[in-house]
T-cell receptor
Framework: AQSVSQHNHHVILSEAASLELGCNYSYGGTVNLFWYVQYPGQHLQLLLKYFSGDPLVKGIKGFEAEFIKSKFSFNLRKPSVQWSDTAEYFCAVNAPAFNKFYFGSGTKLNVKP | DGGITQSPKYLFRKEGQNVTLSCEQNLNHDAMYWYRQDPGQGLRLIYYSQIVNDFQKGDIAEGYSVSREKKESFPLTVTSAQKNPTAFYLC???????????????FGPGTRLTVL
């Protein structure tokens, strides 16, 4: 089975701090990569996705992620976080070779005002 | 208003009882999925279905059953054989990959099941 690793389980930041959440996956073939966010009490929703092309992907709310194929990584970044970014963030992978998604264990982000 | 609905939002069950969680989508998606979310474990796939009348086991299918009689509906039954059923259950759907469209999954609001 494939695996997706999110090494930061709980991150606490002050407003305006920069954010980087790590995501590594194990599959060596062509992949599609996703970051989902789950705000308190809300649906899981898509933050951004990478299918092909420019490895630097921009998503909603100022988030971006960089796909580094040689490192099997897809880290999420935001230059300046806000209190409203407090949420749980999930990295996910799927691929043409397998017909399901693999999710990381999630990172809880707490932004202090 | 397109989307995925799950009902009920909260569900309580006595030990030894089967319970069925509802999932309906009006996105015209072919594929539907059930996940279980536990703290610190992310989302784990229970069952998925890419087409009506067909479904496959995911990583943690034991103690669960599903049906896919209609494209828009994918109910999940948590049976008494599931040893630790208290969890948050998420349903999702996506365009079938066979269509050539790249998939992203759309999620419902979830059902929190508590076994008393």
């Amino acid at each position: 089975a494939q695996s997706v690793s999110q090494h930061n389980h709980h991150v606490i930041l002050s407003e305006a701090a920069s954010l980087e959440l790590g995501c590594n996956y194990s599959y060596g073939g062509t992949v599609n990569l996703f970051w989902y966010v789950q705000y308190p009490g809300q649906h899981l929703q898509l933050l951004l996705k990478y299918f092909s092309g420019d490895p630097l992907v921009k998503g909603i709310k100022g988030f971006e992620a960089e796909f580094i194929k040689s490192k099997f990584s897809f880290n999420l970044r935001k230059p300046s976080v806000q209190w409203s970014d407090t949420a749980e963030y999930f990295c996910a992978v799927n691929a043409p070779a397998f017909n399901k998604f693999y999710f990381g264990s999630g990172t809880k982000l707490n932004v202090k005002p | 208003d397109g989307g995925i609905t799950q009902s009920p939002k909260y569900l309580f069950r006595k030990e030894g009882q089967n319970v069925t969680l509802s999932c309906e989508q009006n996105l015209n998606h072919d594929a539907m999925y059930w996940y279980r979310q536990d703290p610190g474990q992310g989302l784990r796939l229970i069952y998925y279905s890419q087409i009506v009348n067909d479904f496959q086991k995911g990583d943690i299918a034991e103690g669960y059953s599903v049906s896919r009689e209609k494209k828009e509906s994918f109910p999940l039954t948590v049976t008494s054989a599931q040893k630790n059923p208290t969890a948050f259950y998420l349903c999702a759907s996506s365009i079938d990959r066979a269509s050539g469209a790249y998939n992203e999954q759309f999620f419902g609001p979830g059902t929190r099941l508590t076994v008393l």
